[in-house]
């Protein structure tokens, strides 16, 4: 087995105990008399040099090195004996459960401290005398004290290391769930550009096209005055957004969100813009109240309001650029406890492009709109009438009233 490079503290620090214990075994201090040791002076030095070299390896290989230690250690009992020897094991000892395996190094305090006892109950029980606890205390110091002070260190190690584990992940969330706030608000964002201005862009595209195309100077004029007044409003709705970018304080909300008491002038406009291309908006508003020429008697959420509003905006859109000249019909259903349902159907299939250009992104908008709200939404041809070949295109969103939540719309 090939030992890995040893860390250089650590040779460092073996060299200095080496030097240091040689030093004392040539001053003659020895942990015994020269007399009790079945052992020349000289062998004291081999268990000093083979616990040195190998405690220059406890990062890398701590249970090799216990057991080295171990060996050596037992083999200086046989020698005069090297105060430097049992200090380059405890520091054996404690390198192993610090650095050691956690499946090893959790039972060397427990170990150490049976062994402890151990050592005193035996001394006790052959020497009889108060000496064989002191003994006992030094097998402690040796073992049992540099295992339990491994033990701590390793511990607060672990606890730091996973409060930083922790500290990371709580960053790494907090870095998602910013990520995911400014998706989602430039999503919002991308929507509310959409459906504000998507519309009047779309009317000054038609009807600058008319008055292009048309050499009569009525409907020319009438054209300019539709392209201006929705240049107007486009322009003014582009302000306020921008001043909602630029606003710092946590008010992203606009000034007046969007209802279902501005749907008629939502259509008027339509109405307006469409009449030029054959297009004819009509609102069949079947709420309650509505009908008997009342204010509604079931009113929605305001979340529920704004994308009801938004959804026949957009498709009010999309008739002007694509429908055929014919009836475009809004129908509004909501009763109290009761889901609100909005369906925009529209002529399509004579014209072989559409009147204005567009993104495409006015249907993904819509769903997104109804998906947040938790909703239902379907966008796409149905068969027209039997008496000819006409074909609709009906946009249909149903709109949850009874759960509590408010998502951006």
């Not at 070299?53 to 046989?78: E, H, K, N, W, Y």
Request: glycine share 8%; aromatic share 4%.
């Amino acid at each position: 087995m090939r030992l890995p490079r040893p860390h250089r503290d650590d040779v460092l620090i073996v060299s200095a105990a080496l030097i240091g214990g040689i030093l004392l075994w040539s001053l003659g201090l020895y942990m015994q008399s020269p007399e009790s040791s079945p052992t020349p002076p000289w062998a004291a030095l081999v268990p000093l040099v083979v616990i040195c070299c190998q405690s220059a390896f406890r990062r890398s290989r701590p249970m090799l090195t216990l057991l080295v230690g171990c060996l050596a250690l037992i083999a200086d009992l046989f020698t005069v004996g090297s105060l430097v020897t049992i200090v380059v094991f405890t520091d054996t000892v404690y390198a192993s459960v610090v650095y050691g395996p956690t499946r090893y190094t959790r039972h060397i305090p427990k170990i150490t401290g049976v062994l402890t006892v151990a050592v005193t109950l035996v001394l006790l029980a052959v020497l009889r005398d108060a000496e064989s606890i002191l003994l006992g205390i030094v097998v402690g110091l040796i073992t049992f004290a540099p295992a339990a002070t491994g033990a701590i260190v390793r511990n607060h190690r672990e606890a730091a290391d996973a409060a930083r584990l922790r500290a990371e992940q709580t960053a790494l969330l907090a870095e998602m769930d910013r990520a995911q706030a400014v998706t989602a608000e430039r999503s919002r964002m991308a929507r509310e550009l959409h459906d504000l201005v998507a519309n009047h862009l779309s009317a000054i595209a038609i009807h600058s096209t008319a008055a292009i195309s048309l050499d009569d100077p009525k409907t020319t004029r009438g054209a300019l005055e539709v392209i201006r007044e929705n240049s107007v409003d486009g322009l003014t709705e582009m302000r306020r957004l921008i001043g909602l970018l630029r606003d710092n304080s946590d008010d992203w909300e606009p000034a007046a969100r969007p209802s279902l008491s501005g749907i008629e002038s939502l259509v008027a406009q339509a109405r307006t813009n469409g009449a030029a291309s054959g297009i004819d908006c009509v609102l069949d508003d079947r709420r309650p109240g509505v009908r008997e020429g009342r204010p509604a008697t079931a009113v929605p959420p305001a979340p529920v309001e704004q994308a009801a509003y938004r959804i026949v905006q957009e498709s009010l859109t999309n008739a002007l650029k694509h429908a055929a000249p014919g009836r475009v019909l809004i129908v509004l259903e909501h009763t109290a406890g009761h889901s609100l349902t909005v369906v925009v159907t529209s002529p399509y299939g004579a014209r072989s492009g559409p009147r204005a250009p567009g993104s495409g992104a006015g249907l993904v908008g819509m769903r997104e709109r109804v998906a947040l709200l938790g909703g239902e939404f379907e966008a796409g041809p149905e068969p027209g009438p039997a008496a000819g070949p006409e074909k609709i295109w009906r946009v249909r969103a149903v709109l949850p009233v009874h759960d509590d939540k408010e998502p951006d719309a």
